[in-house]
């Protein structure tokens, strides 16, 4: 069966800190992915999904940046962090096709000091 | 482009009283529908879709939700709701081609004794 890995779980960094939060996938091969924020009482803001290996599609400008350096890898990104970056991250995996479901990891909650 | 809208942001139902969420679409040709459910803290986790077929679907958790066309609707529903059941949950429409879902913006539900 298919799983997904984001880590970590937590993390606390202060501003103008780099960042790079990691998602993986096993049990399947070449998905689509995702990454999402929640603001807090906010919903789902897409960032960035790509498709395949080195094909990143940016839903919002911003401080941060996407990269696929494997076919189940993602990572998200910045060089210097803002307190607006403050959130929840969701990395997420579906089979090829908009009409298939998304499959959500666990989330990193990132506080901004 | 496909949109959602959840026009509810809260609902408090009581424990062993039925459920309705609401969901409404926006998309030219046929739609691909999902319902997500979100705790506190965790990832989206799946709790049905409709692709087509049997207007009715069944998912997980005791949830069912029905496609209407005529009112571009997919209202979620459960006939008793448990105190587990609070969570927040997220409506989502899919296209053809490669595309990512696109989801609304959720509704929170609070279950009470």
């Known amino acids: 069966s298919q799983t997904i890995h984001q880590w970590p779980a937590t993390l606390v960094q202060p501003v103008g800190s780099p960042l790079s939060l990691e998602c993986t996938v096993e049990g399947t091969s070449n998905p689509n992915l995702y990454w999402y924020r929640q603001a807090a009482g906010r919903g789902l803001q897409l960032l960035f999904y790509s498709v395949g290996i080195g094909q990143i599609s940016s839903e919002v400008p911003q401080n941060l940046s996407a990269s696929r350096p494997q076919d189940r890898q993602f990572i998200l990104s910045s060089k210097k962090l803002l307190l607006s970056d403050s959130g929840f991250y969701l990395c997420?995996?579906?089979?090829?096709?908009?009409?298939?479901?998304?499959?959500f990891g666990d989330g990193t909650r990132l506080s901004i000091l | 482009a496909q949109s959602v809208t959840q026009p509810d942001i809260h609902i408090t139902v009581s424990e062993g009283a039925s459920l309705e969420l609401r969901c409404n679409y926006s998309y030219g040709a046929t739609p691909y529908l999902f319902w997500y459910v979100q705790s506190p803290g965790q990832g989206l986790q799946l709790l049905l879709k409709y692709f087509s077929g049997d207007t009715l679907v069944q998912g997980i958790k005791g949830f069912e939700a029905e496609f209407k066309r005529s009112q571009s609707s997919f209202n979620l529903r459960k006939p008793s709701v448990h105190w587990s059941d609070a969570a927040e949950y997220f409506c989502?429409?899919?296209?053809?081609?490669?595309?990512?879902?696109?989801f609304g913006k959720g509704t929170r539900l609070s279950v009470i004794a």
């Open positions: 997420a995996w579906s089979v090829l096709g908009g009409n298939q479901p998304q499959h």
């Open positions: 989502a429409v899919g296209a053809s081609g490669n595309t990512p879902l696109v």
